[in-house]
């Protein structure tokens, strides 16, 4: 088609543009711009993105912004705003904007007409607001326990530790992984008849979700009888299944299948959040997410955060082969951000097809990792700073905190800008010679020492700058990373809202078990064959033989 023939234009652009000498050097841009930073720090809604500290030239951003125009991300954005099945391979639309907007907002496109998205999100927050309001009311619980994985873990755990306060109503717990000592170190803490528990998987069928809600479920009824029942609340839509499991009709909360896991903190899956942090909170949550769709829905390419985002990405991965990213929270309580985004991003653009399920020409999909600063710097900074690839890095500041401690806070952002700062200047020789001739070292030291201590700089950082972090502002945060996915999955024409990788592994697991306690069957390597013999020599009890 046309289109795909100027894209493939703008890719052979861009990657002409990252051969120029120089394309990746950081630090003549801002000598040739004083005006540089303004230039490339945009804003939406109080938030900051700072894209300066990245080698995005003016010439490059153009390219950049014509790829877009070429991908047509605006038409498929306005495709996923209209309810249309975006998601090809599983037939769905993709429709998370309608679990924080009002009624009549969006609608889903049915094969028989079109269903209003929103009105059945609204049903769904209103039974929500009326259970956490009595919840509250009545406080019989002190806890709650949420039984998830993925999506249904990783996002609301990491909101209620960035929301959660020493007032707040209940306090939270979280069980995801498949190993009985994560139960076993967590039951200790809980008073059964004091803990309302969350079941969080959509089918009700999740092996490791389900696994551990057997294990909870016994521990309630063992203690409490069959009153254990009515601390179970099941977030999910098969009512037949929770109502075998013995969860009350009314403790039933569901959401739709346009609605992806790692996407849906704002649906039932965050009830977790509005018990442990209120329900004001979790409006709030909602309301800062709206502004950035509103924001991402309606502003010019030029300005859009997400879509700004997504283009240095691009630039990274695909012009200067990047392939890795930091993401530095300078906040505690986002020590889980992180986590959430790297099911966000490597779940969504860890894919080599087109949608037409053709091979990608580029790269996709950059690999995320992260921890909190300044915990960061003293692990794996040294890599960022004298590694042979420049990782780039998402450097993310609160300017106001919420505590007492001023002068903790202005350490923890004097940290976070130097950080930004040493990557992109660097050290040279005559800099480092300079110091260590002052502190006295001899010139024979120095230059044994030298080569060691050179940063080489020119090392891309974006900074993201919220003034302080409260429900709103977190909801904006999350909304931004989540719009950034799409404009990738655009920009690289790959499918951002399934995971058909994630499948393999689950059939062959189920295939694995009952062999660890019968007969091993055909069809695996040597290696796995082996590692099932292995295993059961050393745990014989666990064969039922033993």
Known sequence: MPQDADATAKWTEIASLARVPGASAIRPLFAADPGRAERFTFHADGVTLDLSKTSLSPEVLRALLGLAGMRDVAGRRRAMASGERINATEDRAVLHMALRAPRGTFRALERDGAEDASASVNDTLEAMRAFTLRTHADQPYTDVLNIGIGGSDLGPQMVVR??????????????SNADGHAWEALRHQLDPARTLVLVASKTFTTAETMSNAHLVRDWLRAALGEAGDRHLVALSTNRKATAAFGVPEDQVFGFRDWVGGRFSLWSAVGLSIALSCGWRAFERLLAGA??????????PDAENLPLLMALAEVWHV????YGTRAVLPYDERLARFPAHLQQ???ESLGKRVTMEGLPVAHNTGAVVFGEPGTNAQHSFMQLLHQGTTPVPADIVLVARPDHHFPASHRLLLANGLAQ???LLRGRDA??????????????AEVEALLPHRLFPGDRPSTTILIPEL????????VALYEHKVFCLGALWDVNAFDQWGVELGKQLASAILPELSGPVGPGHD?????LIGALKRLWPEGTGQG
């Not at 960035?162 to 069980?175: C, E, F, G, N, V």
């Not at 950035?292 to 502003?299: G, K, N, R, S, W």
């Not at 409260?470 to 945060?477: C, D, I, K, S």
């Open 318 to 321: 695909d012009g200067l082969g």
């Open 526 to 530: 040597g290696s796995t064959a082996a």
């Open 470 to 477: 409260t429900p709103f502002t977190l909801g904006q945060l």
């Open 290 to 299: 709206r502004a950035m769709d509103e924001h991402f829905l309606a502003a």
């Open 344 to 346: 966000l991003e490597m």
């Open 162 to 175: 960035a929301l959660h306060r020493h007032d707040s109503p209940m306090r939270a717990h979280w069980l």
């Open 420 to 422: 930004a700062e040493a």
């Open 430 to 443: 005559e800099e480092v010679r300079a110091e260590m001739l002052k502190s006295g070292r001899s010139a």
